[in-house]
């Protein structure tokens, strides 16, 4: 039996911010998309041994990796595209409300996933 194994992100889903504002985001992400998300804000540290991690990096690529659409204009009432400059020139408060309406629908879809898959079949072998 084949399974849906590709997304398909056609129908984003409007998470609602304050004021009125709001952000449209993918049902799901890809795993390339995820990939990105997970690893962009990894950065090798000079002089010590492991990994750090940039935050500004991470969270602008996950506002760009989940957003397609949002409310936000510019001072002449246009429509503002998104792009990583456009998420970078954001003021912190609006970033992190975006960031944890992200969680929120991260959250959301997971749980939504949990009601609508079913369980994985059990695999049983006879012992010879």
């Not at 998470?15 to 390339?32: A, F, H, M, Q, R």
């Not at 940039?54 to 936000?72: H, L, P, Q, R």
Request: charged share 30%; with cysteine; glycine share 8%.
């Amino acid at each position: 039996m084949g399974r849906d194994a590709f997304v398909d992100a056609s129908e984003p889903i409007r998470v609602d911010l304050l004021d009125g504002d709001w952000i449209d985001c993918k049902p799901e992400l890809t795993y390339g998309e995820q990939q990105r998300i997970a690893t962009s804000g990894l950065q090798r540290i000079e002089g010590m041994t492991g990994v750090g991690v940039d935050w500004t990096a991470f969270n602008e690529a996950k506002i760009a990796g989940w957003v397609v659409d949002w409310s936000f204009l510019d001072k002449d009432k246009k429509r503002v595209r998104i792009s990583r400059d456009s998420i970078a020139s954001l003021k912190p408060d609006i970033a992190a409300e975006i960031l944890t309406a992200i969680d929120g629908h991260i959250e959301a879809m997971a749980d939504r996933k949990k009601t609508t898959t079913p369980e994985k079949p059990v695999l049983i072998r006879k012992s010879s």
